[in-house]
T-cell receptor, first 115, second 112 residues
Framework: ETGVTQSPTHLIKTRGQQVTLRCSSQ?????VSWYQQALGQGPQFIFQ???????GRGNFPPRFSGLQFPNYSSELNVNALELDDSALYLC??????????????FGQGTRLTVV | GQNIDQPTEMTATEGAIVQINCTYQ??????LFWYQQHAGEAPTFLSY????GLEEKGRFSSFLSRSKGYSYLLLKELQMKDSASYLC?????????????FGSGTQLTVLP
């Protein structure tokens, strides 16, 4: 068990609705990244948060937004849901220190289905 | 742009050796990662290469050639529990697993 927890585990939403997914990072990890993983594909980087600010973004539209809180937990918000947003959403936490740091622990993910 | 290619599926027999290849063309490269992902579970870290050569960790080894944009993951003494998807990922940050670009994954099936 990595210590990264995500909620909810499964979610069904209707096209056009909004959704909020949550992630609690591993203790001591101050950087949180979100990834979208479509069925049969690798995860795609959405964005990263460090010290409560977005610190890197992948090729996703502005309706994908996020927050990071002082305790380093994070939310992913998706507005105006589309059918293609159906995927597994993964949160990964990592420490941000100088030197070699290969740790990025993933949560179990939230399976979002848009109907 | 970012492009990472891996075979979609591979099959091997329990006890055998299998090599999973990965080629990449990325605008920024500072390290290559391999992750294992069982169905319905989170990806878990297997190995990291930033310099050319072979890194060995028990039954798993990973090789990198930066000039060729090529890596492979070698799994020895295959076990049934090794059936999983194996993800190749590139990081633009040296020594860090931040902002990874992943390939589509190679689904490995280990047969008895």
């Amino acid at each position: 068990e990595t210590g990264v927890t995500q909620s909810p585990t499964h979610l069904i939403k209707t096209r056009g609705q909004q959704v909020t997914l949550r992630c609690s990072s591993q203790s001591g990890h101050n950087t949180v990244s979100w990834y979208q993983q479509a069925l049969g594909q690798g995860p795609q980087f959405i964005f990263q948060y460090y010290r409560e600010e977005e610190n890197g973004r992948g090729n996703f539209p502005p309706r994908f937004s996020g927050l990071q809180f002082p305790n380093y937990s994070s939310e992913l918000n998706v507005n105006a849901l589309e059918l293609d947003d159906s995927a597994l959403y993964l949160c990964a936490s990592s420490p941000r220190v100088k030197g070699l740091n290969t740790e990025a622990f993933f949560g179990q993910g939230t399976r979002l289905t848009v109907v | 742009g970012q492009n990472i290619d891996q075979p979609t599926e591979m099959t091997a027999t329990e006890g055998a050796i299998v090599q999973i290849n990965c080629t990449y063309q990325t605008s920024g490269f500072n390290g290559l990662f391999w992750y294992q992902q069982h169905a319905g579970e989170a990806p878990t870290f297997l190995s990291y290469n930033v310099l050319d050569g072979l890194e060995e960790k028990g039954r798993f080894s990973s090789f990198l050639s930066r000039s060729k944009g090529y890596s492979y993951l070698l799994l020895k003494e295959l076990q049934m529990k090794d059936s999983a998807s194996y993800l190749c990922a590139v990081s633009p940050y040296s020594g860090s697993a931040r902002q990874l670009t992943f390939g589509s994954g190679t689904q490995l099936t280990v047969l008895p």
